[in-house]
T-cell receptor, first 114, second 112 residues
Framework: DAGITQSPRHKVTETGTPVTLRCHQT?????MYWYRQDPGHGLRLIHY???????DKGEVSDGYSVSRSKTEDFLLTLESATSSQTSVYFC?????????????FGPGTRLTVL | KQEVTQIPAALSVPEGENLVLNCSFT??????LQWFRQDPGKGLTSLLL?????REQTSGRLNASLDKSSGRSTLYIAASQPGDSATYLC???????????FGKGTRLSVIA
């Protein structure tokens, strides 16, 4: 299995509080991604990174920000959590962004916003 | 905008049966088509990746095909086993700010 960890694995928080999720990889892959998975919607891309300090928005980026100060770490921040952000969040990595290789997924973080 | 559809949403088969999972996509300008497996409460595991120039890929009892002209891919599972029970997702890789677009998956149950 690709070396991807996510922390925390579970979190319960209250509306309006800031939340940061961490993705850590040991594969030295260039690309890192944050997805959310919801019943009825499937997996949707939030943000992705194509290098240190290089990030771009995905399909559902509103209310989320990201940072990547090191190759191995990609942080997802909810500045002011809302109940609509209750979801399972997955981090993924890939060596290239060209589609020549697959994406490897972390175990996920289950976030509940009350 | 690419859209990926998987039908049926759920499928139940007896052990030993050969089965086919379907995936369709709206934009044929893809770089590849990927199949993933997801067990309950777990992340996704890559099963097969078919490049746009390929027609099929095989791994063990799994065979995935790609027909870009018709916007379809199939995942064939031979001699199904209870351990194959999981949700199977396909994803199309193309250009844009959402390069990998996922279907909602087919939940497969193989009954012993």
């Amino acid at each position: 299995d690709a070396g991807i960890t996510q922390s925390p694995r579970h979190k319960v928080t209250e509306t309006g509080t800031p939340v940061t999720l961490r993705c850590h990889q040991t594969e030295n892959h260039r690309y890192m991604y944050w997805y959310r998975q919801d019943p009825g919607h499937g997996l949707r891309l939030i943000h992705y990174s194509y290098g240190v300090k290089d990030t771009d928005k995905g399909e559902v980026s509103d209310g989320y920000s990201v940072s990547r100060s090191k190759t191995e770490d990609f942080l997802l921040t909810l500045e002011s959590a809302t109940s609509s952000q209750t979801s399972v969040y997955f981090c993924a990595i890939s060596d290239s962004g060209t589609g020549a290789d697959t994406q490897y997924f972390g175990p996920g973080t289950r976030l509940t916003v009350l | 905008k690419q859209e990926v559809t998987q039908i049926p949403a759920a499928l139940s088969v007896p052990e030993g049966e050969n089965l086919v999972l379907n995936c369709s996509f709206t934009d044929s300008a893809i770089y590849n088509l990927q199949w993933f497996r997801q067990d309950p409460g777990k992340g996704l595991t890559s099963l097969l990746l078919i490049q746009s120039s390929q027609r099929e890929q095989t791994s063990g009892r799994l065979n995935a095909s790609l027909d870009k002209s018709s916007g379809r891919s199939t995942l064939y599972i031979a001699a199904s086993q209870p351990g194959d029970s999981a949700t199977y997702l396909c994803a199309a890789f193309s250009t844009g700010n959402t390069p990998l677009v996922f279907g909602k998956g087919t939940r497969l149950s193989v009954i012993a």
